[in-house]
C-alpha cells in the first residue's frame, strides 16, 4: 500500500506554492511517504508548516531557504512549483507584467536553487521544477508564460550538469491540462460544461485529463532515492496530448 511507503523518513522537503493545486498533492505525497514539508506561497497554508513568500521580490527566495534550515536544520528536496500567467497578446503585454512573469515562473526558482545548494550538497539531496507543456508548445497569448517555463526545462539541464558530480540532482515534470482548482473552475464556467468535458478529453489520447496526484506522484519517483540515475529530464505528464496530431 503506498501509505507503507516512506521513501523521504529524516528529510525536508520545501514545496513552493504547496498551498493548492498541484503543489499541495505534491506537499501531500511528500508528507505521505515520511518528509518533514514545509511550504512557501502567498497564501497562509493550513495543513503544512508554512513561510509567506511574495516570489516576484528577488530577495524572498535566500530568505526561505534559510527560514527551513533555521526549522529543519536540513533540505533535501526542493520543488519549485510556485508560478503564474498573464493572458495577453505580445503588443499587449507591458514590460513591467513581461518581467514579472519570468520573475515569479523563472527568476525564482533560479535564485532558490541557488540558495539551497550548499545545503543540498550536504544531503545529496535534488530538486524537482514544475515547468509546463507550454515550455514545450505553445498556446494563444500566453508569450511570457512559454518563455519562462522554456526557459525552467533549460535551467534544469543546466543545474543537473554543473552540480551532479556533487550528488545533486534536477529533473522537471511538465504538466498538461490538469484537474486543479482553476481549471475546474474554467470548465464550470463554460456555457456547457459537459460539451467542455468531452472535447477535452478528446484531444487526450488516453481520453481524460489529469489529477494533481498524478503529477505528485511522478515528481515523488524523481525526488526519492530509487531515481538516482535520472537527472537533467524533462518529463511530460499529459496523457499523450503532445504527441497526438491534430487532425487533417
Not at 18 to 45: M, P
Not at 170 to 181: F, L, M, S
Amino acid at each position: 500500500m503506498r501509505n507503507q511507503i516512506k521513501r523521504f523518513e529524516n528529510k525536508t522537503a520545501l514545496v513552493t506554492g504547496g498551498r493548492s493545486g498541484i503543489g499541495r498533492a505534491i506537499a501531500r505525497r511528500l508528507h505521505e511517504e515520511g518528509a518533514t514539508v514545509i511550504t512557501a506561497q502567498r497564501g497562509e497554508d493550513k495543513e503544512f508548516d508554512w513561510i509567506s513568500a511574495d516570489f516576484s521580490d528577488p530577495s524572498t527566495p535566500e530568505r526561505i531557504v534559510e527560514e527551513v534550515i533555521s526549522r529543519t536544520g536540513r533540505l533535501d528536496v526542493l520543488v519549485n512549483n510556485a508560478g503564474m500567467m498573464m493572458e495577453a497578446g505580445i503588443e499587449e503585454m507591458s514590460l513591467e507584467d513581461w518581467q514579472r512573469n519570468l520573475t515569479v515562473n523563472l527568476t525564482a526558482p533560479f535564485l532558490l536553487i541557488r540558495a539551497a545548494l550548499p545545503y543540498l550538497r550536504k544531503t545529496k539531496g535534488n530538486i524537482v521544477n514544475t515547468g509546463s507543456t507550454e515550455g514545450l508548445a505553445a498556446n494563444p497569448k500566453h508569450a511570457a508564460y512559454c518563455v519562462s517555463k522554456a526557459g525552467l526545462h533549460g535551467l534544469t539541464r543546466s543545474v543537473a550538469v554543473d552540480h551532479g558530480h556533487e550528488g545533486i540532482r534536477c529533473n522537471a515534470v511538465a504538466p498538461g491540462w490538469i484537474d486543479t482548482d482553476l481549471n475546474l473552475d474554467l470548465i464550470e464556467s463554460s456555457p456547457d460544461t459537459e460539451a467542455f468535458r468531452r472535447d477535452i478529453g478528446r484531444i487526450h489520447p488516453v481520453g481524460r485529463t489529469g489529477s494533481p496526484e498524478e503529477v505528485a506522484a511522478l515528481v515523488a519517483f524523481l525526488a526519492a532515492d530509487e531515481a538516482g540515475f535520472i537527472t537533467g529530464q524533462v518529463y511530460t505528464v499529459d496523457g499523450g496530448r503532445m504527441t497526438k496530431l491534430s487532425l487533417p
